[in-house]
């Protein structure tokens, strides 16, 4: 089992930066590759970004390439997702989710946290 708890969410200008955080317990933290996905009002949830469980590899969806960047340390159970160059677009609730393997079906991952919110405003 995994438990996973974020924060990090606010309100921020258009351009600035958030960095959001997931805390995870559970014995088998480090043996999991973590996502962080993102749900706006009236949308499905969409992938954001992935890490594997050794944090050696990363992939991202196309619209946070260059802006987002995800990563882990799992001697503090923690994955990271620093966001720069914010847009309105951004604005969504962000979770943090757990699986085995990577990938960016949120169905395929089999822990999630209660999300965090984050607006920007232009």
């Known amino acids: 089992q995994v438990q996973l708890v974020e924060s990090g969410g606010g309100l921020v200008q258009a351009g600035g930066s958030l960095r959001l955080s997931c805390a995870a317990s559970?014995?088998?933290?480090?043996?999991?590759?973590m996502g962080w996905f993102r749900q706006a009002p009236g949308n499905e949830r969409e992938f954001v970004a992935a890490?594997?469980?050794?944090?050696?590899?990363?992939f991202y969806a196309d619209f946070v390439k260059g802006r987002f960047t995800i990563s882990r340390g799992n001697a503090k159970r923690t994955v990271y997702l620093q966001m720069n160059s914010l847009k309105p677009e951004d604005t969504a609730v962000y979770y943090c989710?757990?699986?085995?393997?990577?990938?960016?079906?949120?169905?395929?991952?089999?822990?999630w946290g209660q999300g965090t919110q984050v607006t920007v405003s232009p």
């Open positions: 989710a757990a699986r085995r393997g990577l990938g960016s079906v949120p169905d395929e991952y089999d822990y």
């Open positions: 559970g014995r088998t933290f480090s043996s999991y590759a």
């Open positions: 890490i594997s469980w050794s944090g050696g590899t990363t």
